[in-house]
Nanobody, 115 residues
Framework: QVQLVESGGGLVQAGGSLSVSCATSRSIFSRYTMGWYRQAPGKQRELVATITSGGSTNYADSVKGRFTISRDNAKNTVYLQMNGLKPEDTAVYYC?????????WGQGTQVTVSS
């Protein structure tokens, strides 16, 4: 059973910062790429950022320079630090990992940015 447990998020004014985190088991965390996706109302889910088990990162163009994905190997947790938030960042943020071509998702956490 793959479990991804998210926390964080909330409401912030434009220009502010928030962070979200995702914890999973050591067997998953140490082997697979972890990622964050988001889905705004009426829109498709989109990639935000990924980080490999070796620490290589990848970001969507829309968040480059503002968001930072990181991982704490001791805690089996991946983080997404979001700075310079914009109203268009408002969405439900989902933690993700892919195992044997199958996607696994966290429960999602709401991030709302007011203008």
């Amino acid at each position: 059973q793959v479990q991804l447990v998210e926390s964080g998020g909330g409401l912030v004014q434009a220009g502010g910062s928030l962070s979200v985190s995702c914890a999973t088991s050591r067997s998953i965390f140490s082997r697979y790429t972890m990622g964050w996706y988001r889905q705004a109302p009426g829109k498709q889910r989109e990639l935000v950022a990924t980080i490999t088990s070796g620490g290589s990162t990848n970001y969507a163009d829309s968040v480059k320079g503002r968001f930072t994905i990181s991982r704490d190997n001791a805690k089996n947790t991946v983080y997404l630090q979001m700075n310079g938030l914009k109203p268009e960042d408002t969405a439900v943020y989902y933690c993700n990992t892919k195992i044997a071509l199958r996607d696994y998702w966290g429960q999602g956490t709401q991030v709302t940015v007011s203008s």
